[in-house]
């Protein structure tokens, strides 16, 4: 499916969404056409003072409090934090609904989703008695991951999906180490679930995130791979799996797992190759090797990403 019709089959479930009608569209566009367009720097001017504005509101809630922290009782030491990020996250709901603050939404959310995990850390710390800590982080999580998750299925907001996966993420790694699982296992796990996530995300409207994901879950799954087969007979077999993930990424269309697996297929004969790479023979071979595979990748892109 090309990209026009991607946009136009988009523009289909909005409409049976939101059950508007042909004038209603035909409306908007008339609109759209007769206003003057909106200076693009201003756009970017009113982006980058909003993100300045969140740093700055989390620089100094951070600087109040670790001036004040000494003082605080228990009480006051989960309200400033958070009741704090849940007040921040309350506002940022409020201005979903207020084009006048559009700009100010993410940011907000941001530093709410710093804030809250925080006090919900500070409170187990100040009043729950005896467990491991694993269980205290992974109850936080589990919080965090619904609490942004819900709203995502609310709201629609990039941002709150971006949360949820790093939670959920977060979340599942905490589980597995309570369950003492092996962390080769876990991070493949983890890279197999993250990677058919951002597949997915990928064909939405919130597909500015995929690349991240993407890249989380290759180097999750590479490094898990690598770690189960490190020191192993078939200890070569990584250089077929880092070389199907080259051939993934140019099915997906990802120059992210394009470049992931350029990087793991170079470290990896390095690793492999390292008592052949300390003389000048060795590291002129690995200076071809990098050369060649960047032609490559870049004849993969070329070829099959662009399109």
Same mark, same amino acid.
């Given at each position: 499916m090309s990209a026009r019709d991607e946009a136009l089959r988009t523009i289909a479930e909005l409409v049976r969404r939101h059950q508007l009608s042909d004038h209603d569209v035909l409306a908007a566009l008339d609109r759209e056409r007769h206003e003057p367009p909106a200076p693009r720097a201003s756009g970017i001017l009113a982006s980058v003072l909003a993100y300045l504005g969140g740093i700055f509101v989390l620089a100094g809630i951070a600087l109040f409090i670790g001036l004040q922290w000494g003082s605080f009782s228990s009480g006051a030491r989960v309200l400033v934090t958070l009741g704090t990020g849940f007040a921040i996250y309350l506002f940022a709901l409020a201005t979903l609904s207020d084009q006048r603050f559009a700009r100010v939404t993410t940011p907000m959310l941001l530093v709410a989703a710093l804030l809250q995990?925080? +006090?919900?850390?500070? =409170? =187990?710390? &100040?009043? %729950?008695? +005896? +467990? $491991?800590? &694993?269980? +205290? =982080?992974? !109850?936080?999580? $589990?919080?965090? !991951? %619904? *609490? *942004? !998750?819900l709203t995502f299925l609310a709201r629609r907001r990039t941002a709150l999906l971006f949360m949820s996966l790093f939670f959920g993420a977060a979340g599942f790694g905490t589980l597995c180490h309570i369950l003492d699982l092996d962390f080769g296992i876990t991070a493949l796990a983890l890279g197999i679930a993250l990677t058919s996530t951002a597949y997915v995300v990928e064909k939405t409207p919130h597909s500015a995130i995929s690349a991240f994901w993407y890249f989380a879950g290759s180097v999750f799954f590479l490094y898990g791979t690598f770690d189960l087969l490190r020191n192993s007979p078939v200890e070569i077999l990584f250089f077929g799996v880092a070389a199907g993930f080259m051939y993934l990424g140019a099915v997906v269309h990802s120059r992210t797992l394009l470049l992931v697996s350029v990087l793991a297929l170079t470290s990896f004969t390095g690793y492999f190759f390292r008592e052949s790479l300390v003389n000048a023979f060795g590291l002129i071979f690995l200076g071809f090797l990098l050369i060649g595979l960047s032609a490559f990748a870049m004849k993969l892109s070329r070829s099959y990403v662009r399109q």
């Open positions: 995990p925080t +006090g919900i850390v500070v =409170l =187990l710390n &100040e009043y %729950a008695r +005896g +467990g $491991a800590p &694993e269980h +205290g =982080l992974l !109850f936080m999580c $589990a919080v965090m !991951f %619904a *609490q *942004q !998750f």
